[in-house]
C-alpha cells in the first residue's frame, strides 16, 4: 500500500504565525473572520485549527464556545497559549470525539487543501453539524491550469494535498447534506458557505 507523504508544521509551530506562512494565511483569516455568522453562545469548531488564530479572533468577535482539532501536537500547543479556557484537542477531522449535531459553525481555514480523506471531513462535519448549522472552507483559489498542475505534482511526488474551487467543493459536500450558501473570492483566497439542510 502506498502511503502518501503529509506535510508537517510541527517543527515550525513556534514562528508559524510571525512567519511568510501566518503573513500568507492572513487573507484567509480575514475571510473567515469577516463571513462567519456568530451569536453568543454558538458552538464552534475550528478543523485544522494550527495556532489557533481563527479561535482567538472569532472569540474577539462574539462570545462563542470554542473547541479546536488539529494533528499537530506543537501547533496545538500554540493553540492552548493563545485560547486559553477553549477546548483544543489532538484528533484527525474525519474521526472526532464530538456527540451528534454539536456545533452551530465549523470552519476550516487554509486546511480542507491538507485533508487527506476530504469526504470522510464532510461526513463528519455533517455528522457533529446541528441541522441549519454553517461549514465555511477557506482555501487557496487557482485558475483551472494552475490547479491541475499543483494537484498532478502533489500526486507524482505522493504528498497529501488537492486544491478545489468552489463548484467541486460544493459538489463534494451536496451527498452529505450540504448546500453553498454564499462564496466570496479575491486574486488568490475563496471561501465556501455551506449550510446543513
Known sequence: MNIKKDIKFDKRACKYDDDYEGKLSEKFYCFVTDNVVLKPN??????GCGTG???????DKCAVDSYGIDVEENMLKEARE?????SIQLCSCDNTPFEDNTFDVITACMAYHHFPDKQ????EAARILKSGGTLYI?????PLPIRKVINTALNVHNIVGEFHNAQEIAELTAPYGFYQTGYKSDAYAQ???LTKK
Open 138 to 142: 477557506a482555501d487557496p483559489k487557482f
Open 191 to 193: 471561501i465556501v458557505i
Open 120 to 123: 470522510g471531513f464532510v461526513k
Open 42 to 47: 454558538y458552538k464552534i469548531l475550528d478543523a
Open 53 to 59: 488564530t481563527i479561535l482567538r479572533r472569532l472569540n
Open 82 to 86: 493563545k485560547c486559553p479556557g477553549m
